[in-house]
């Protein structure tokens, strides 16, 4: 595009400025290659199980297709209220603390725009989920990244976070377990990032997604911290441990303040959430929990092959304690993430995402999602120690 027509366009200039995912790039490259292995999109490959399929299912056959309250089916408010209790600890309102979201990334983005004013700095964490720093940057704000470290299992160091604190910070995003580092924190770190919350009066944005799949240790949230329910905005959902990735269901909780201005927002963009995905949502967290757990024992078997191949082949790999993906280090080839990547699929027809796609501190890294078959990762990993010892 021209100097010209950079002047004359229509689009607002925070989106013009926002790069296109990386993962969609690379996956670009993907589509039309036969016989791909893909260690590359992250979402589990089981099947959602069958009686939150029923429940679908059963939802339609009664008719039950109509809006539901902005806030969502106060069943599946109340089902919320007792799993978010029983699993972290945090009580919560149905009634006006749980928000009924289109999967956690509307709940982030309407958090976002609910807090943001021009100009306000919002701290998250790299390498990290793509959308986290477009998101912010599309709510007008400053996305202000903090490294975490291979060396310190991808856990956010609390020190490192303090140091880039100034007078426009307004929230910090955190994600742990971590997409797509598997790095998660432990209870003594959470507090201590809980205190520097509480001492600079921020707002935390913490999204939960991957807790159920911890392997190591019991996952803490930060807002079951002394002073920390009235600051945090929980985010979590259906996608990763019950594998319900396509019915687009999330939800949010927080203090009704906080949860008010997230509703004005989504009851004029959004509406509501489906109400099939809703009613199918309800029997996962009322009986699904077991099926959830029985994913994970696989996801747990496939993370130390995969790991213990990787280092095996010498790509030095930490061992993820939480979410279904390990993030190999490269950086022993020479060759930056994308060339790797990139190198890899022509050669061997394995797809695995560039670390770079995941912030500029994922350079040197690879992710590979571990939520397939074990057939498929046994293969993979031989494809890929036969192209290492060519490069």
């Avoid at 770190?189 to 190591?216: C, F, G, N, P």
């Avoid at 989504?266 to 967290?285: K, V």
């Avoid at 061997?348 to 770079?356: E, I, Q």
């Amino acid at each position: 595009m021209d100097d010209q027509s950079k002047k004359t366009s229509p689009v607002a200039r925070q989106v013009e400025n926002i790069p296109r995912s990386g993962i969609r790039d690379f996956f670009e490259l993907v589509q039309g290659v036969p016989d791909i292995i893909s260690l590359g999109v992250g979402e589990p490959d089981f099947v959602t199980p069958w009686k939150i399929r029923e429940a679908a299912i059963y939802s339609l056959e009664r008719g039950h297709t109509s809006y539901t309250s902005n806030s969502g089916l106060i069943k599946l408010r109340q089902s919320i209220a007792r799993y978010v209790n029983e699993h972290f600890q945090v009580s919560y309102d149905p009634n006006d603390e749980i928000l009924v979201t289109v999967g956690v990334s509307e709940g982030l983005d309407i958090a976002l725009r609910a807090l943001i004013d021009p100009g306000d700095e919002i701290i998250y964490h790299e390498p990290c989920y793509v959308s986290y720093a477009p998101s912010i940057v599309m709510a007008h704000g400053v996305a202000v990244p903090v490294k975490c470290e291979s060396s310190n299992a991808f856990a956010l160091d609390p020190e490192a976070l303090r140091k880039v604190i100034t007078p426009k910070t307004k929230a910090v995003i955190l994600n742990f377990p971590t997409n797509p580092t598997g790095g998660t924190l432990s209870a003594d770190q959470v507090k201590r990032i809980a205190e520097i919350a509480v001492d600079h009066d921020l707002v935390v944005i913490s999204d939960e997604i991957y807790s159920e799949l911890t392997y190591e240790g019991s996952h803490v949230s930060i807002a079951s911290m002394p002073g920390m329910r009235e600051r945090t905005i929980f985010l979590h959902g259906f996608s990763k441990a019950f594998a319900m990735t396509g019915f687009r269901v999330g939800y949010a909780c927080a203090p009704k303040y906080l949860l008010d201005a997230m509703l004005r927002i989504h009851q004029y963009c959004m509406l509501c959430a489906g109400i099939t995905s809703q009613e199918a949502a309800i029997e996962a967290l009322d009986h699904g929990f077991d099926e959830a757990m029985a994913m994970r024992e696989h996801y747990l078997a496939r993370r130390n092959f995969i790991v213990h191949a990787l280092n095996d082949m010498g790509l030095t790999c930490h061992l993820p304690r939480g979410s279904f993906y390990a993030f190999p280090s490269i950086q022993n080839t020479g060759m930056s993430s994308s060339e790797f990547a990139v190198e890899l699929l022509k050669e061997t027809k394995v797809a695995c995402v560039p670390g770079t796609a995941f912030g500029e501190s994922g350079e040197g890294f690879l992710r590979c999602c571990f939520a397939t078959s074990m057939a498929q990762i046994e293969m993979a990993m031989d494809r890929l120690a036969k192209f290492l010892q060519k490069v």
